[in-house]
């Protein structure tokens, strides 16, 4: 079997089959593998030179163990994302003399269909959540666990959490306002805004530009790509009857699939139509082209993060509500030039 560099349990569960929660479960040692499976997962890993990182190996005395929550529907398709943020955390806790606890929880964990589970028997000081999740699952995080939390790329009015978060909405305005003084008249928003608080946020930046000035947003110019419950994460995108002067996507991997669909009908990007996404997570989405888009600072948001949740346990403050960490627009080749 060929090794591969960074070995990642995205790797590990694509070679055997399974899902990432079910790799870190065997490998972490908890329940709900059987040791057959558990077995051949560890085999695999071994021969794919996997090196556990140092962050969740056995803990230090006096060393902070912090439970890192990631729903199994952001870390499904590989590459992921808020993976990729995990990693970084994890890198950055170790760092600071810290450890970290992955939880990877599926839609039945996350919905409580069978009653509450955690992180089992481990002692934990403090929580990181990646991501949106069930209100009622975070609630009662807070509750079971009475330990400081720390929210990644999601707010809430939730008291005695910090939420440390990308700003969605001004890196969208920027975007479509880059869209805007292109010459682009006509433009359709990709993404569902119901599905997550971020991609609303986004929405209504695209939304406060166009209306700044003085254009009407139109129910017909948003293309949903995904479903509002957020449990079915496989993105979608069917283009309009009538090509608009631009495409606002709500993330990069949206607009890749989009730049598909376009290129696929032979339609010339920018010089027919410009297209931006949000994250700077595919930024080369095809061959010739490099995606005009928005930059989620990840380690800002890492070493913020993991700071917050460090001083909280240490006693330093109260939590503090909403940090908007900011980034900054990737000019590509996807926007046309006046």
């Known amino acids: 079997m060929e090794r591969r560099k ?28 059987s040791e057959e499976l558990r077995g051949r997962i560890r085999d ?53 003399g810290g450890v970290s606890i992955l939880e990877v929880v599926d839609e039945s964990k996350e919905r409580m269909l069978h009653g509450f589970t955690g992180f089992l028997d481990d002692e934990i000081d403090g929580i990181i959540l990646i991501g949106e999740m069930d209100r009622e699952y975070i ?23 910090d939420y440390i978060v990308c700003d969605s909405f001004g890196g969208m305005e920027q975007l479509t306002d880059l869209l805007l003084d292109a010459g682009c008249r006509r433009l359709v928003f990709v993404g569902n805004p119901w599905a997550t608080g971020s991609i609303m946020d986004r929405y209504m930046g695209y939304c ?31 283009l309009p009857d009538t090509l608009p002067d631009g495409f606002v996507c709500n993330c990069d991997k949206t607009a890749n699939i989009l730049i598909g669909e376009l290129l696929q009908q032979g339609i010339r990007i920018p010089q027919e ?9 595919y930024s080369g989405v095809q061959e010739g082209l490099e995606l005009t888009t928005y930059e989620y600072d990840q380690k800002a948001i890492a070493q913020i993060s993991t700071g917050t949740i460090l001083k909280r346990i240490a006693g330093a403050a109260k939590a503090s509500g909403i940090r908007f960490v900011e980034g900054r627009v990737i000019l590509g080749n996807t926007v046309r030039q006046r």
């Open 6 to 33: 960074e070995v990642r349990l995205e790797h590990i569960a694509e070679e055997v089959g399974v899902s990432i929660v079910t790799v870190s479960n065997a490998l972490n040692g908890r329940k709900g593998v």
């Open 139 to 161: 609630q009662t995080i807070r509750k079971e666990y009475q330990v400081p939390i720390v929210c990644i790329d999601y707010y809430d009015v939730l008291p005695d959490m």
């Open 208 to 238: 406060k530009a166009l209306e700044k000035r003085g254009m009407e947003v139109n129910r017909e110019d948003l293309i949903l790509d995904r479903f509002s419950d957020g449990y079915d994460y496989k993105l979608r995108v069917e």
């Open 44 to 96: 695999t890993a071994a021969a794919m030179g996997y090196q556990m990182p140092k962050s969740e190996q056995k803990k230090r005395p006096g060393m902070h163990r912090i439970g890192v929550v990631v729903a199994e529907r952001y870390v499904r398709q590989f590459p992921s994302f808020y993976m990729d943020i995990y990693m970084k955390v994890a890198q950055e806790l170790n760092r600071k």
């Open 273 to 281: 139509v410009s297209v931006v996404g949000f994250d700077y997570y």
